[in-house]
């Protein structure tokens, strides 16, 4: 598996956070995207606009759902017991499969989402890149400043007028990842 050498080095807080118990990172299947629309229904108004980039109604949420091509849709959720506290998406399209899909992520009910933000966008990279993707698109607001600072890290373009990060995939030397890591990366990455 190739990735960018900044993924390799970092699953580190991916172990703690697997080893910790009461916190856990899964994909969520289609059959359980009753959790996405929970999950969404239950951020609040700036949460929403952070998310969808606009102040996102219950119905809009709804909408939204309803549209969505499931085979180009990949979430995966940091979880505490029964509920979801981040969710991290990846979203490709149907001309141009998984080579360019877009990551939307929203973090919510957590104590420290800088850590949490880090380790569900190490999750999205590594299901970009075993998808084929060459990179990602990410659109954001300018009061997430992570994102800038994200794509200068990666060798990413930006777009601030537009609100578009454009961060390459896979395009370092072959990095493996020990059985151990593997183990950490949930399901439907591998």
Not at 5 to 10: D, E, G, Q, V
Not at 128 to 154: C, H, K, M, S, T
Not at 164 to 169: E, G, M, R, S, T
């Amino acid at each position: 598996m190739t990735m960018h050498p900044s993924l390799a080095r970092s699953l580190q807080p991916l172990r703690q956070a697997q080893n910790s118990g009461t916190a856990r990172y899964a994909d969520i299947p289609y059959d359980q995207k009753h959790t996405i629309l929970d999950y969404f229904l239950s951020l609040n108004q700036r949460e929403r606009c952070i998310r969808f980039g606009v102040a996102a109604s219950d119905g809009y949420i709804y909408r939204y759902l309803a549209g969505v091509d499931w085979r180009y849709y990949c979430a995966f959720a940091r979880r505490q017991d029964a509920g979801v506290l981040a969710l991290v998406e990846l979203v490709g399209d149907p001309e141009t499969g998984w080579r360019r899909p877009e990551l939307a992520i929203s973090v919510a009910g957590t104590l420290d989402p800088e850590q949490v933000r880090a380790e569900l966008l190490q999750i999205a990279f590594l299901a970009a890149n075993a998808r084929g993707a060459a990179e990602i698109i990410i659109y954001y607001e300018p009061a997430e400043d992570w994102v800038p600072a994200l794509a200068a890290e990666f060798g990413g373009t930006i777009d601030g007028a537009k609100g578009i990060a454009v961060l390459p995939i896979g395009d370092d030397p072959a990095v493996c990842l020990s059985d151990a890591d593997q183990a950490l990366v949930p399901r439907c990455v591998r």
